[in-house]
């Protein structure tokens, strides 16, 4: 049920649910008018109160941190690696000309 036939069953499973929540109808008669169990009823009822306390709820401001992608993650920690391997390469450069450097000087 996708798209705008999901869209308007939902619209209907929520009106109903907040006309039982008024008491303008009881949950056997919301049942009969959804085609449903009364236990399947509450069911939804129960989803959809609960869906909507979540969207109630206060939330920090801005954006949501983004998800990290494992893949990412293992990305960054190889360049990262890398990084330092070719730190320690420019070292040991380093090293070998400041000696041959040295060496050159006392001849």
């Not at 929520?14 to 009881?26: D, F, P, S, Y």
């Not at 949950?27 to 008018?33: D, K, N, P």
């Not at 992608?69 to 360049?79: A, F, H, I, M, S």
Request: with cysteine; aromatic share 2%.
């Amino acid at each position: 049920m996708a798209g705008r036939q999901g869209e308007a069953q939902a619209r209907r499973r929520a009106e109903v649910i907040l006309k039982v929540r008024a008491g303008q109808l009881n949950a056997a008669e919301a049942a009969r008018q959804l085609g449903m169990s009364r236990k399947t009823y509450y069911k939804w009822e129960e989803r959809a109160l609960a869906g909507m306390l979540e969207a109630l709820c206060d939330r920090s401001a801005g954006r949501p941190p983004a998800k990290e992608d494992p893949k990412d993650e293992q990305l960054g920690k190889r360049v990262k690696e890398l990084e330092r391997e070719l730190e320690g390469r420019r070292q040991t450069e380093e090293l070998r000309r400041l000696l041959k450097e040295a060496s050159g000087k006392k001849e």
